[in-house]
């Protein structure tokens, strides 16, 4: 067992798990969810279509997002943008992975195999802040737009996309399983 999994299953709790997830509701209300947020600013500028969303190896990405933002003057927009995205990505983290960690001590299993599901979280993290330095650099034309650069973002969207499915799909089962698991203790406690 990782010293990260042993850190998240240790603290795991309900408290820390609500809290966590009305911190990334109220943070993606905030500058995620609408058309008046940072992301939704970014999104129109962007002709309704970003890198940072598109699986795969799309054709004349992301040089047709970027030219975009700039056609729209929206270019400084979507810079703040990959900034405010970094506070999401660890609002996630910490969400999802304080979920499979709660549903993790309830069950009584701190290692082995299902211990890595703590790790897709992770996984997401370290794609998505590759994928934000990136796309900000090709943005702000600090990095050039290269193939070889274009192919690594590409990479790293794919496997954020991924990887956050499987991280958030995790969470959602593991809060549903744990909240089944504290039902079946409570009544087992009443009979």
């Given at each position: 067992m990782t010293g990260w999994t042993r850190f998240w299953i240790g603290r795991a709790t309900w408290p820390l798990a609500i809290v966590a997830v009305v911190a990334l509701g109220a943070f993606t209300a905030a500058f995620i969810a609408g058309p008046e947020t940072a992301w939704g600013r970014a999104l129109a500028g962007g002709g309704g279509q970003l890198p940072e969303a598109q699986a795969g190896f799309p054709t004349g990405e992301p040089a047709r997002s970027l030219e975009a933002l700039r056609a729209a003057d929206a270019m400084?927009?979507?810079?703040?943008?990959?900034?405010?995205?970094?506070?999401?990505?660890?609002?996630?983290?910490?969400?999802?992975?304080?979920?499979?960690?709660?549903?993790?001590?309830?069950?009584?299993?701190?290692?082995?195999a299902a211990a890595l599901l703590l790790l897709s979280p992770l996984l997401y993290c370290a794609a998505e802040l590759i994928e934000n330095a990136l796309l900000a650099g090709f943005a702000t034309t600090t990095l050039g737009a290269t193939d070889a650069l274009v192919r690594v973002q590409q990479t790293t969207t794919t496997v954020k996309l991924i990887s956050f499915a499987a991280a958030a799909l995790s969470a959602v089962v593991s809060l549903l399983g744990a909240l089944v698991i504290d039902a079946v203790r409570m009544v087992r406690r009443g009979a």
């Open positions: 400084a927009g979507y810079v703040r943008f990959q900034a405010i995205d970094v506070g999401f990505t660890i609002l996630n983290v910490v969400a999802c992975t304080s979920a499979i960690a709660l549903f993790l001590r309830k069950c009584g299993v701190a290692g082995g």
